[in-house]
């Protein structure tokens, strides 16, 4: 038994010792995996098992009040290369096509070289990287796509190694336009909403994330839906593109003019309190205006001589005054209780005696001070609770983050003086948003009801509107009807007999405020170093029936400075330009019965154009009578005697269009949606553009129009 004993051991021994191998074997492997092959295995995991995967829901679109998108939620890219996914078959692939693909992408992406595309990648290769960036920039979807046809790049990425990052990407197919109002996304959306309108309604435009997870079912790997996203809301704002356009350009051009720092322009529908443009523009460091900070609501700046109506108005509802009340204002210096007070034209010999009426034409700042001080010198809480009853001093509580709140201070031991009075009945020693004093000469406007401005009128989900946004009436009753109807006449005295002249209109009429006023410097006050103005007009027009209500206001350095003469023109552009939108005449009893009135259009989205035309009658060619506002139709016209013919025009999104004969709205729109910036001088039809047609589109350059 003994060699059969033997045998037996030689046997177990062996047995032993495979087993002690295959055990190392075992450790070893899973060595391998756990720290050389962790990440591949980890990419396999992800792939077949996901539990609670995050969806992201799809942010609520911007809307304009005319219909047009004004912010959209558009998907951007980052692309990578796995060297190692496809193996030995894929990389030779990639060697064959090496030259290919490196042109491609040089045609795509024209800022890199073929041979810099060509160093990159061989670079990737051979450092066998799984995540490698092969491009540094975010791309567009379009351009993504085209990668995605290159030669490897077409495989799926187990196997050609191509994949995407892709991110959420906030677009605002109008440029600047509104930039500030409607707000700022972080470059992922996903962080959240900045500011502006987006920052408002975030909670309504955001939607709700849904949770997914990946379940194998009849050997084949789903994605299971547990909780299913719930895409944002639309809101539909009451900004309105063409007026928004027009109130820019004119605000832009006085201040290149005038060389201003900081411009605003607000422009508000009278009975509903819709802001249907707001400006708010800044001087760059390089000369360009653009909208840095929403000025329009959060500046707190002394208003200067607007503010003289509210003053005026207080003194009419007390019954301390009367439009005909005569005021002694001297050759124009006033000692106001041992402070020197001048008005404008002081060095001319000033206005004499004037009325009431007079003081606010000629924004005399002797005859309001003086007017005040006489009925309130010792009761001057009575003056400023009679501001508070007006309105001007409330906050409004607006949907724009960042929003002042007017601050006109109560009267007591501590923060009063002999001069303070005075000094405040003429627009110091207060501090009022724009947004705030006209919303004041709005409640004038509407006989005294005082309405909240309103930016959001309301909230569509898929195509159907689930909240109206009504007028929200903050004051019935700013003053009595006696008192509103005394002040109205009065507004429109300054704009046709007094300095307001310049904002008046041959078209209609218009009543309101010129403003100018030394702009503090803080603790150096208002005459250290150069002197900065704030020149400005508040006002509404037509005066007869008031439809619009409108402040322009203008920040500068030095003389000469003048609000009739500065904002005064900007008003008035405006008002002009707006107020023809809603002209409508009759066609058909401006013709006789064989004329054919053919209108002048312009090149640009001529599906828009066919649309109109269709409506009044006139015979079109070319086009057929579908239009979707969602899809221009980019093309030129010719206008003939007796019809207006369309020719369509392809867009190349590689090379720059010519835009010569646009409107600025087309042109700009057109641009931008291609990738390129726009920079805009003149107004009417584009005349030249800096970029000839055909050249090569380089995404983010900057394309100078000029209209004329």
């Known amino acids: ?111 890199k070289s073929k041979a810099e595309f060509k160093s990159h990648i061989l670079k990737g290769r051979k450092k066998g990287s799984r995540n490698y960036l092969l491009y540094p920039k975010r791309i567009s ?48 959306i996903e962080q959240g909403a900045k500011n502006g309108l987006e920052l408002s309604y975030d909670s309504i435009l955001k939607g ?39 109130a820019e350009k004119a605000l832009v051009d006085k201040l290149k003019e005038i060389n201003a720092t900081v411009g605003v322009a607000i422009l508000m529908e009278v009975q509903t309190g819709e802001i249907k443009a707001i400006v708010n523009m800044t001087k760059c460091a390089d000369g360009v205006y653009r909208e840095i900070r929403n000025n329009a609501v959060s500046d707190m700046m002394e208003p200067g001589s607007t503010f003289k109506t509210a003053s005026i108005m207080v003194a009419l509802e007390d019954g301390k005054i009367t439009p005909d009340q005569t005021i002694d204002t001297g050759n124009g210096v006033y000692n106001m209780h041992g402070a020197r007070m001048k008005d404008h034209n002081w060095h001319r010999g000033g206005y004499g005696v004037i ?17 005040i001080d006489q009925n309130y010198h010792d009761h001057p809480e009575k003056y400023v609770q009679g501001l508070y009853k007006l309105g001007i001093a409330s906050p409004l509580h607006l949907d724009i983050p960042g929003a002042g709140d007017p601050f006109i201070r109560m009267p007591n031991k501590n923060n009063w003086s002999k001069t303070a009075l005075a000094w405040m009945s003429i627009g110091y020693e207060t501090q009022i948003p724009p947004i705030s004093t006209v919303t004041f000469y709005n409640a004038i406007a509407n006989n005294g009801v005082m309405v909240k401005p309103k930016f959001v009128k309301a ?37 046709s007999e007094g300095l307001g002249r310049q904002a008046g209109s041959k078209q209609f009429h218009v009543s309101g405020k010129t403003g100018t006023a030394q702009v503090s410097q803080g603790r ?77 259009v312009k090149h640009g989205d001529i599906g828009a154009a066919n649309y109109i035309l269709n409506q009044i009658d006139i015979r079109t060619t070319g086009l057929s009578n579908s239009y979707s506002i969602d899809k221009p139709v980019w093309g030129n016209v010719t206008t003939n005697p007796d019809n207006v013919m369309f020719s369509k025009k392809e867009i190349n999104n590689k ?26 001088s003149g107004m009417g039809k584009v005349k030249s553009q800096s970029i000839p047609a055909g050249n090569t589109i380089r995404k983010g350059q900057t394309i100078q129009l000029r209209l004329n």
């Open 1 to 111: 038994m003994m060699p059969n004993q033997k045998n037996i051991m030689t046997r177990y021994s062996f047995i032993i010792l495979m087993m002690v191998l295959i055990g190392i074997a075992i450790i070893c492997k899973a060595g391998v995996i756990m720290f050389a092959e962790r990440q591949y295995w980890k990419d396999v995991a992800d792939r077949f098992v996901k539990e609670n995967v995050t969806v992201r829901p799809t942010r609520g679109n911007i809307i304009s009040s005319d219909g047009q998108l004004m912010a959209s939620s558009l998907p951007e890219y980052k692309i990578y290369m796995d060297f190692k996914a496809g193996g030995h078959l894929k990389d030779s692939l990639l060697m064959l096509y090496m030259d290919s693909i490196c042109d491609g992408l040089h045609q795509i992406f024209p800022d």
């Open 141 to 188: 979807y379009i351009q993504y796509k085209e990668a995605k046809r290159l030669p490897v790049f077409n495989l799926n990425k187990y196997k050609g190694g191509f994949h995407e990052q892709a991110f959420n990407q906030r677009k605002k197919p109008f440029g600047s336009l509104a930039m500030r109002t409607l707000g700022d996304m972080y470059p992922d």
């Open 208 to 246: 709700r994330e849904g949770i997914t997870h990946r379940q194998k079912v009849m050997n084949k790997y789903l994605n299971i839906v547990d909780i299913p996203p719930v895409d944002g809301c639309d809101i539909i704002t009451t900004i309105d593109v063409g007026m928004q356009d027009i």
């Open 355 to 371: 009325t009431t009426t007079q003081t606010l034409m000629y924004s005399s700042n002797i005859g309001v001070s003086r007017l």
């Open 459 to 495: 909230i569509m989900k898929d195509g159907q509107v689930v909240k109206e946004i009504p007028t929200e009436v903050l004051n019935p009753a700013i003053a009595s009807p006696k008192t509103i109807q005394e002040i109205q006449v009065i507004l429109e005295k300054v704009v």
């Open 524 to 600: 150096s006050g208002y005459t250290n170093g150069m002197r900065q103005y704030l020149v400005s007009f508040c006002g509404y027009f037509p005066s007869e029936s008031p439809r619009y209500s409108c402040i322009v206001a203008i920040q500068k350095n030095g003389y000469p400075a003048s609000g009739g003469g500065m904002a005064g023109p900007v008003f008035r552009n405006i008002a002009e330009r707006v107020f023809a939108k809603h002209l409508a005449q009759d066609l058909q009893g401006a013709k006789d019965s064989t004329s054919i009135l053919v209108p002048d």
């Open 655 to 680: 090379l720059v269009p010519s835009v010569i004969g646009m409107g600025a709205k087309d042109a700009v729109y057109l641009l931008e949606s291609i990738g390129l910036k726009t920079r805009l």
